[in-house]
């Protein structure tokens, strides 16, 4: 059996890492980047020519503020569109939230401290009366910068950076091993 991933956008990367790391990975034909949860619709024809050859779907994709509504609202899309699909919603298919909840969880011990001088910098921000909430994007990417790491190549596999085998990872692991072995 052969399978074809859609993720929302840079976490092709991570899910092409992790799908190597599993050996799981000459099982994917193709991971398609769609730029976002409403945009199935322009890659119907990517969902439909891989059902007609017998090729699996699956969708990771994140779940941002409500799950329950954004699993609701994929899988109308899934059927008035009459596609075929599996489903994981990041960080970890149970909770509200986004790739980067998920990649923060999987930073290794040694490191954590940089999100620690992160959350210092936010603070000093709003101290200052700007009222600045700065998002998890901006965190990742300052945590990314701040290990030496190209942003265009982030060095998931690297565990100095990123540990694959953290319990975090636990879900998105069963749901790949469940729906592509």
Not at 83 to 92: A, G
Not at 94 to 121: M, R, S
Not at 150 to 172: F, G, R, T, V
Request: hydrophobic share 35%; aromatic share 14%; glycine share 2%.
């Amino acid at each position: 059996m052969q399978y074809q991933i859609f993720t929302e956008g840079d976490d092709i990367q991570f899910i092409k890492t992790y799908c190597n790391f599993l050996g799981i990975a000459d099982k994917i034909v193709s991971y398609v980047k769609t730029e976002g949860w409403t945009k199935i619709p322009l890659v119907k024809t990517k969902f439909l020519e891989a059902t007609n050859s017998n090729i699996t779907n699956i969708v990771i994709f994140d779940a941002d503020n409500d799950i329950d509504t954004r699993r609701i609202e994929l899988y109308n899309q899934r059927d008035e569109l009459n596609l075929k699909f599996e489903l994981f919603l990041q960080p970890n298919n149970i909770d509200n939230g986004c790739f980067e909840d998920l990649v923060l969880k999987i930073i290794p011990e040694q490191n954590i401290h940089l999100l620690t001088c992160f959350d210092a910098y936010e603070n000093c921000i709003n101290s200052q009366n700007f009222n600045l909430v700065l998002s998890k994007k901006s965190k990742f990417y300052a945590y990314v910068e701040a290990t030496n790491q190209n942003s265009k190549k982030i060095q998931y596999d690297n565990n100095n950076y990123w540990n694959l085998e953290s319990d975090y990872l636990n879900e998105l692991k069963s749901f790949l091993i469940n729906n592509i072995i």
